[in-house]
Protein backbone atom coordinates (compact mmCIF):
# COMPACT_ATOMS: atom_id res chain seq x y z
CA UNK A 1 0.00 0.00 0.00
CA UNK A 2 3.16 2.40 0.35
CA UNK A 3 3.79 2.48 -3.58
CA UNK A 4 -0.16 3.26 -4.22
CA UNK A 5 0.15 5.90 -1.70
CA UNK A 6 3.18 7.64 -2.46
CA UNK A 7 2.27 7.87 -5.91
CA UNK A 8 -1.35 9.42 -5.03
CA UNK A 9 0.46 12.17 -3.31
CA UNK A 10 3.22 11.99 -5.89
CA UNK A 11 1.04 13.26 -8.76
CA UNK A 12 -0.97 15.77 -6.44
CA UNK A 13 -4.14 13.55 -6.02
CA UNK A 14 -4.16 13.48 -2.37
CA UNK A 15 -3.90 16.59 -0.84
CA UNK A 16 -4.97 15.72 2.57
CA UNK A 17 -4.52 12.26 4.57
CA UNK A 18 -8.56 12.16 4.04
CA UNK A 19 -8.47 11.92 0.46
CA UNK A 20 -5.90 9.55 0.46
CA UNK A 21 -8.27 7.44 2.91
CA UNK A 22 -10.96 7.61 -0.02
CA UNK A 23 -8.53 7.24 -2.67
CA UNK A 24 -6.87 3.88 -0.80
CA UNK A 25 -10.25 2.76 0.37
CA UNK A 26 -9.03 2.20 3.87
CA UNK A 27 -9.50 3.22 7.27
CA UNK A 28 -8.32 6.77 8.63
CA UNK A 29 -6.29 4.80 10.56
CA UNK A 30 -5.00 2.98 7.80
CA UNK A 31 -4.43 5.97 5.77
CA UNK A 32 -2.77 7.73 8.89
CA UNK A 33 -0.53 4.90 9.25
CA UNK A 34 0.44 4.63 5.73
CA UNK A 35 1.52 8.38 5.77
CA UNK A 36 3.66 8.16 8.95
CA UNK A 37 5.92 5.47 7.59
CA UNK A 38 6.10 7.54 3.87
CA UNK A 39 7.23 10.19 6.38
CA UNK A 40 9.50 8.32 8.42
CA UNK A 41 11.63 7.45 5.12
CA UNK A 42 12.27 10.95 4.40
CA UNK A 43 9.47 10.92 1.38
CA UNK A 44 6.65 12.70 2.37
CA UNK A 45 5.54 15.35 4.69
CA UNK A 46 2.29 15.12 7.17
CA UNK A 47 0.99 18.95 8.65
CA UNK A 48 0.23 18.15 12.32
CA UNK A 49 -2.07 20.79 12.32
CA UNK A 50 -5.41 19.45 10.22
CA UNK A 51 -7.10 21.95 8.14
CA UNK A 52 -11.04 22.03 7.56
CA UNK A 53 -11.93 21.16 4.18
CA UNK A 54 -15.77 22.33 5.18
CA UNK A 55 -17.25 19.01 5.25
CA UNK A 56 -17.13 16.29 7.66
CA UNK A 57 -13.66 16.20 10.11
CA UNK A 58 -10.27 18.35 9.54
CA UNK A 59 -7.84 16.88 7.72
CA UNK A 60 -3.95 16.96 7.76
CA UNK A 61 -2.35 18.03 4.89
CA UNK A 62 0.15 15.90 2.95
CA UNK A 63 2.96 17.11 0.81
CA UNK A 64 6.63 16.33 -0.50
CA UNK A 65 9.33 16.69 1.64
CA UNK A 66 11.20 19.82 0.22
CA UNK A 67 14.81 18.46 1.34
CA UNK A 68 13.74 14.74 0.59
CA UNK A 69 15.74 12.79 -1.95
CA UNK A 70 16.50 13.00 -5.75
CA UNK A 71 17.35 11.83 -8.68
CA UNK A 72 19.07 12.97 -11.88
CA UNK A 73 17.18 13.32 -15.14
CA UNK A 74 18.91 13.73 -18.52
CA UNK A 75 18.19 14.28 -22.34
CA UNK A 76 19.61 14.26 -25.36
CA UNK A 77 18.72 16.22 -28.67
CA UNK A 78 19.84 16.76 -32.03
CA UNK A 79 21.43 20.33 -31.07
CA UNK A 80 22.93 19.48 -27.43
CA UNK A 81 22.32 18.12 -23.66
CA UNK A 82 20.19 19.43 -20.79
CA UNK A 83 20.55 17.80 -17.67
CA UNK A 84 18.57 18.70 -13.65
CA UNK A 85 17.86 17.67 -10.79
CA UNK A 86 14.19 16.31 -9.72
CA UNK A 87 12.11 15.80 -6.23
CA UNK A 88 9.16 13.89 -6.31
CA UNK A 89 5.98 15.46 -6.99
CA UNK A 90 7.03 16.55 -10.83
CA UNK A 91 9.16 19.17 -9.25
CA UNK A 92 12.46 20.16 -11.68
CA UNK A 93 14.59 21.91 -11.06
CA UNK A 94 16.81 24.48 -13.43
CA UNK A 95 17.61 22.74 -16.29
CA UNK A 96 21.44 23.27 -17.29
CA UNK A 97 22.06 22.91 -21.06
CA UNK A 98 25.35 22.28 -22.38
CA UNK A 99 26.46 21.90 -26.41
CA UNK A 100 27.37 18.37 -27.92
CA UNK A 101 30.86 17.45 -27.74
CA UNK A 102 33.06 17.83 -31.16
CA UNK A 103 32.48 13.56 -31.35
CA UNK A 104 29.18 12.62 -31.48
CA UNK A 105 30.13 8.97 -30.95
CA UNK A 106 27.92 7.14 -28.51
CA UNK A 107 30.90 7.04 -25.79
CA UNK A 108 32.12 10.48 -26.32
CA UNK A 109 28.02 12.16 -26.07
CA UNK A 110 26.89 9.56 -22.99
CA UNK A 111 30.05 10.55 -21.23
CA UNK A 112 29.39 14.37 -21.59
CA UNK A 113 26.08 13.36 -19.88
CA UNK A 114 27.34 11.56 -17.06
CA UNK A 115 30.02 14.84 -16.71
CA UNK A 116 27.27 17.25 -16.45
CA UNK A 117 24.69 14.96 -14.51
CA UNK A 118 27.71 14.18 -11.95
CA UNK A 119 28.12 17.98 -11.80
CA UNK A 120 25.05 18.69 -10.78
CA UNK A 121 24.82 15.70 -7.85
CA UNK A 122 28.11 17.13 -6.35
CA UNK A 123 26.44 20.57 -6.17
CA UNK A 124 23.38 19.10 -3.46
CA UNK A 125 23.26 18.24 -0.53
CA UNK A 126 20.25 15.85 -1.28
CA UNK A 127 20.37 11.91 -1.33
CA UNK A 128 20.76 11.09 -4.81
CA UNK A 129 18.58 8.11 -5.72
CA UNK A 130 18.71 7.02 -9.22
CA UNK A 131 18.68 8.49 -13.14
CA UNK A 132 17.06 8.59 -15.81
CA UNK A 133 17.86 9.44 -19.43
CA UNK A 134 15.68 10.62 -22.32
CA UNK A 135 16.53 9.79 -25.86
CA UNK A 136 15.49 10.99 -29.64
CA UNK A 137 15.37 7.91 -31.15
CA UNK A 138 13.82 4.14 -30.47
CA UNK A 139 14.67 2.10 -27.03
CA UNK A 140 14.39 -1.45 -26.55
CA UNK A 141 13.07 -2.61 -22.98
CA UNK A 142 14.21 -3.25 -20.29
CA UNK A 143 17.61 -3.30 -22.07
CA UNK A 144 18.53 0.17 -23.11
CA UNK A 145 19.58 -0.28 -26.69
CA UNK A 146 19.02 2.56 -29.13
CA UNK A 147 18.32 1.36 -32.69
CA UNK A 148 17.59 3.81 -35.69
CA UNK A 149 19.93 6.16 -33.75
CA UNK A 150 19.81 8.47 -36.79
CA UNK A 151 20.45 11.65 -36.04
CA UNK A 152 24.01 10.94 -34.64
CA UNK A 153 24.90 7.85 -37.05
CA UNK A 154 25.30 5.22 -33.90
CA UNK A 155 25.67 1.92 -34.79
CA UNK A 156 21.92 -0.06 -34.51
CA UNK A 157 22.17 -1.73 -31.25
CA UNK A 158 24.21 0.49 -29.26
CA UNK A 159 23.99 0.04 -25.36
CA UNK A 160 22.90 2.94 -24.32
CA UNK A 161 21.74 1.73 -20.84
CA UNK A 162 24.71 -0.09 -19.73
CA UNK A 163 27.26 2.74 -21.55
CA UNK A 164 25.29 6.04 -19.68
CA UNK A 165 25.42 3.27 -16.19
CA UNK A 166 29.26 2.39 -16.60
CA UNK A 167 29.96 6.49 -17.29
CA UNK A 168 27.95 7.91 -14.93
CA UNK A 169 29.21 5.72 -12.00
CA UNK A 170 32.84 6.29 -13.16
CA UNK A 171 31.92 9.87 -13.00
CA UNK A 172 30.37 9.43 -9.14
CA UNK A 173 33.00 7.36 -7.89
CA UNK A 174 35.72 9.86 -8.55
CA UNK A 175 33.73 12.14 -6.93
CA UNK A 176 33.48 9.63 -3.93
CA UNK A 177 30.37 11.09 -2.63
CA UNK A 178 29.66 8.41 -0.62
CA UNK A 179 26.15 8.07 0.97
CA UNK A 180 24.36 11.04 -0.62
CA UNK A 181 24.41 8.78 -3.69
CA UNK A 182 22.75 5.35 -3.27
CA UNK A 183 25.16 2.04 -4.60
CA UNK A 184 25.00 0.92 -7.17
CA UNK A 185 23.17 3.84 -8.71
CA UNK A 186 20.02 2.67 -10.72
CA UNK A 187 19.74 4.20 -14.31
CA UNK A 188 17.26 3.88 -17.12
CA UNK A 189 16.65 5.02 -20.66
CA UNK A 190 13.98 5.32 -23.05
CA UNK A 191 12.47 7.54 -25.89
CA UNK A 192 11.80 10.64 -25.14
CA UNK A 193 8.55 11.04 -26.42
CA UNK A 194 7.28 8.01 -24.05
CA UNK A 195 9.05 10.14 -20.92
CA UNK A 196 6.85 13.54 -21.98
CA UNK A 197 3.69 11.24 -22.26
CA UNK A 198 4.38 10.03 -18.93
CA UNK A 199 5.21 13.61 -17.81
CA UNK A 200 1.71 15.23 -19.45
CA UNK A 201 -0.14 12.04 -17.95
CA UNK A 202 0.89 13.06 -14.53
CA UNK A 203 1.32 16.09 -14.27
CA UNK A 204 0.08 18.36 -17.24
CA UNK A 205 -2.78 18.45 -19.88
CA UNK A 206 -3.53 14.40 -19.89
CA UNK A 207 -4.25 14.27 -16.16
CA UNK A 208 -7.80 12.50 -15.84
CA UNK A 209 -7.14 11.08 -19.53
CA UNK A 210 -7.85 6.91 -20.06
CA UNK A 211 -6.43 6.97 -23.53
CA UNK A 212 -3.82 10.09 -23.88
CA UNK A 213 -1.78 9.74 -27.22
CA UNK A 214 1.06 12.93 -27.00
CA UNK A 215 2.37 13.92 -30.87
CA UNK A 216 5.36 16.21 -30.70
CA UNK A 217 8.08 17.70 -32.97
CA UNK A 218 11.20 18.97 -31.06
CA UNK A 219 14.63 19.89 -32.50
CA UNK A 220 14.25 17.19 -35.65
CA UNK A 221 11.64 14.90 -36.29
CA UNK A 222 8.32 13.84 -35.12
CA UNK A 223 8.03 11.60 -31.98
CA UNK A 224 4.24 10.03 -30.26
CA UNK A 225 3.59 7.88 -27.31
CA UNK A 226 0.10 6.32 -25.96
CA UNK A 227 -0.94 6.03 -22.23
CA UNK A 228 -3.42 3.86 -21.53
CA UNK A 229 -5.14 3.93 -17.76
CA UNK A 230 -1.92 5.22 -16.00
CA UNK A 231 0.65 3.14 -18.23
CA UNK A 232 2.81 3.48 -21.22
CA UNK A 233 2.14 1.23 -24.28
CA UNK A 234 5.23 0.62 -25.63
CA UNK A 235 4.81 -3.32 -27.34
CA UNK A 236 6.61 -6.51 -27.12
CA UNK A 237 9.87 -4.44 -27.19
CA UNK A 238 9.47 -0.63 -26.02
CA UNK A 239 9.20 0.27 -30.02
CA UNK A 240 5.30 0.59 -30.20
CA UNK A 241 4.07 4.26 -31.65
CA UNK A 242 6.77 5.23 -33.96
CA UNK A 243 3.48 7.96 -35.41
CA UNK A 244 6.42 9.97 -36.77
CA UNK A 245 6.85 7.49 -39.84
CA UNK A 246 3.33 7.78 -40.73
CA UNK A 247 2.87 8.49 -44.10
CA UNK A 248 0.78 12.26 -44.96
CA UNK A 249 2.28 13.65 -48.47
CA UNK A 250 3.04 10.52 -50.46
CA UNK A 251 4.86 13.07 -52.90
CA UNK A 252 6.64 14.59 -50.14
CA UNK A 253 10.18 15.00 -48.69
CA UNK A 254 12.21 11.56 -48.21
CA UNK A 255 12.63 10.37 -44.68
CA UNK A 256 16.02 9.07 -43.14
CA UNK A 257 13.50 5.57 -42.76
CA UNK A 258 13.34 5.17 -46.27
CA UNK A 259 9.97 6.17 -46.94
CA UNK A 260 8.63 9.74 -48.19
CA UNK A 261 6.29 12.05 -46.78
CA UNK A 262 6.69 10.82 -43.16
CA UNK A 263 4.91 13.05 -40.53
CA UNK A 264 8.52 12.66 -39.28
CA UNK A 265 9.67 15.18 -42.16
CA UNK A 266 6.68 17.56 -42.95
CA UNK A 267 5.76 18.42 -39.25
CA UNK A 268 9.18 19.11 -38.01
CA UNK A 269 10.90 22.85 -37.48
CA UNK A 270 13.17 22.03 -40.73
CA UNK A 271 9.56 21.57 -42.73
CA UNK A 272 8.51 24.65 -41.61
CA UNK A 273 11.66 26.45 -42.47
CA UNK A 274 11.12 24.56 -46.22
CA UNK A 275 7.56 25.85 -46.60
CA UNK A 276 8.30 29.30 -45.64
CA UNK A 277 11.45 29.36 -47.62
CA UNK A 278 14.34 30.04 -45.10
CA UNK A 279 17.63 29.00 -45.42
CA UNK A 280 17.96 27.35 -41.21
CA UNK A 281 20.77 29.76 -39.69
CA UNK A 282 23.79 27.91 -38.21
CA UNK A 283 24.33 28.06 -34.71
CA UNK A 284 20.65 28.72 -33.90
CA UNK A 285 18.42 26.03 -32.54
CA UNK A 286 16.07 24.68 -35.23
CA UNK A 287 12.98 24.85 -33.22
CA UNK A 288 13.51 28.33 -32.29
CA UNK A 289 13.48 29.55 -35.69
CA UNK A 290 10.71 27.63 -36.90
CA UNK A 291 8.68 29.34 -33.77
CA UNK A 292 10.09 33.06 -35.59
CA UNK A 293 8.14 31.52 -38.59
CA UNK A 294 5.16 30.90 -36.33
CA UNK A 295 5.61 34.51 -34.60
CA UNK A 296 6.09 36.09 -38.31
CA UNK A 297 2.59 34.45 -39.78
CA UNK A 298 0.53 37.32 -38.34
CA UNK A 299 2.32 39.70 -40.79
CA UNK A 300 4.06 37.68 -43.40
CA UNK A 301 1.89 36.31 -45.85
CA UNK A 302 4.47 33.59 -47.06
CA UNK A 303 5.07 32.43 -42.95
CA UNK A 304 0.71 32.41 -42.51
CA UNK A 305 0.96 29.74 -46.29
CA UNK A 306 3.48 27.76 -44.16
CA UNK A 307 1.93 27.65 -40.80
CA UNK A 308 -1.27 26.57 -42.40
CA UNK A 309 0.51 24.15 -44.76
CA UNK A 310 2.65 22.07 -42.10
CA UNK A 311 -0.82 22.30 -40.36
CA UNK A 312 -2.81 20.61 -42.24
CA UNK A 313 -0.18 17.63 -42.33
CA UNK A 314 -0.47 17.32 -38.89
CA UNK A 315 -4.02 17.21 -38.91
CA UNK A 316 -4.19 14.57 -41.28
CA UNK A 317 -1.90 12.33 -39.30
CA UNK A 318 -3.21 13.15 -36.55
CA UNK A 319 -7.15 11.98 -38.09
CA UNK A 320 -5.27 8.47 -38.85
CA UNK A 321 -3.74 8.37 -35.63
CA UNK A 322 -7.29 8.79 -33.69
CA UNK A 323 -8.78 6.24 -36.56
CA UNK A 324 -6.27 3.78 -35.16
CA UNK A 325 -6.24 4.35 -31.90
CA UNK A 326 -9.17 5.85 -30.42
CA UNK A 327 -7.39 8.17 -28.25
CA UNK A 328 -9.74 10.26 -25.73
CA UNK A 329 -7.09 13.39 -25.63
CA UNK A 330 -4.36 14.29 -28.00
CA UNK A 331 -1.26 15.96 -26.42
CA UNK A 332 0.69 18.46 -29.07
CA UNK A 333 4.31 19.28 -27.48
CA UNK A 334 7.24 21.16 -28.77
CA UNK A 335 6.72 22.89 -32.34
CA UNK A 336 3.22 21.08 -32.56
CA UNK A 337 1.74 22.89 -29.88
CA UNK A 338 3.14 26.38 -31.17
CA UNK A 339 0.81 25.23 -34.38
CA UNK A 340 -2.16 24.44 -32.65
CA UNK A 341 -2.14 28.25 -31.25
CA UNK A 342 -1.80 29.47 -34.80
CA UNK A 343 -4.32 27.46 -36.04
CA UNK A 344 -6.85 26.25 -33.36
CA UNK A 345 -9.81 26.19 -35.31
CA UNK A 346 -8.46 24.68 -38.64
CA UNK A 347 -6.44 21.90 -37.13
CA UNK A 348 -9.32 20.92 -35.34
CA UNK A 349 -11.84 20.62 -38.16
CA UNK A 350 -9.41 18.97 -40.54
CA UNK A 351 -8.95 16.17 -37.62
CA UNK A 352 -12.88 16.07 -37.13
CA UNK A 353 -13.54 15.96 -41.12
CA UNK A 354 -10.59 13.54 -41.68
CA UNK A 355 -11.17 10.89 -38.69
CA UNK A 356 -14.27 8.10 -38.46
CA UNK A 357 -15.99 9.17 -35.49
CA UNK A 358 -14.78 13.11 -35.75
CA UNK A 359 -18.35 14.25 -36.57
CA UNK A 360 -20.31 12.94 -33.44
CA UNK A 361 -17.36 12.27 -31.05
CA UNK A 362 -14.41 14.51 -31.35
CA UNK A 363 -11.26 13.92 -29.69
CA UNK A 364 -9.86 16.69 -27.45
CA UNK A 365 -6.64 17.88 -28.61
CA UNK A 366 -5.12 20.13 -26.03
CA UNK A 367 -1.33 22.11 -25.90
CA UNK A 368 1.85 20.36 -23.74
CA UNK A 369 1.82 22.11 -20.26
CA UNK A 370 4.60 21.15 -19.07
CA UNK A 371 8.17 23.06 -19.90
CA UNK A 372 10.55 20.37 -20.47
CA UNK A 373 8.60 17.35 -20.24
CA UNK A 374 10.92 14.87 -21.56
CA UNK A 375 13.34 16.06 -18.38
CA UNK A 376 10.15 15.79 -16.02
CA UNK A 377 9.41 12.08 -17.77
CA UNK A 378 12.85 10.67 -17.16
CA UNK A 379 12.99 11.95 -13.75
CA UNK A 380 9.80 9.89 -13.59
CA UNK A 381 11.20 7.17 -15.02
CA UNK A 382 14.32 7.31 -12.57
CA UNK A 383 11.76 7.75 -10.06
CA UNK A 384 9.53 4.31 -10.70
CA UNK A 385 11.30 2.03 -8.85
CA UNK A 386 10.82 3.86 -5.54
CA UNK A 387 7.25 4.64 -6.44
CA UNK A 388 6.95 0.74 -6.73
CA UNK A 389 8.49 0.33 -3.40
CA UNK A 390 9.09 3.45 -0.98
CA UNK A 391 10.95 1.14 1.34
CA UNK A 392 13.88 1.40 -1.22
CA UNK A 393 14.78 4.62 -0.39
CA UNK A 394 16.03 3.52 2.70
CA UNK A 395 18.64 1.25 1.45
Known amino acids: MLGPALTLIHTGRTPTRSALTAELDVTRATAGAVAAELAALGLVTVDPHPIGTGRGRPSH ?39 LPADTGPEQVLRAIAEAGAALIRGTRRRCLGAALALPHPVTEPDGTALAALHFGWPSGTPVGALFAELLAEQLAAADLGPRVRHPLPTAVANDANLAALAEYRHGAGRDARHL ?88 PRAREAVDQVAKLLAIGLAGLANILNPDRIVLSGLHRELLAAAPDRLRAIVADRSLWGRVCQVRIVAAELEHAELVGAAELAWQPYLADPQLAAR
Not at 64 to 86: E, K, M, W
Not at 237 to 248: M, N
Open 61 to 99: RLGITPDGPLVLAAQLHADGLSVALAGLGGVLGEPVHHP
Open 213 to 300: LLVTAGHRGVGGALVVDGRLHTGSAGLALEVGHLTVDRCGRDCPCGNRGCLNVETDPQALLAAADRTPAPGVPLLAQAQAVIRAADHD
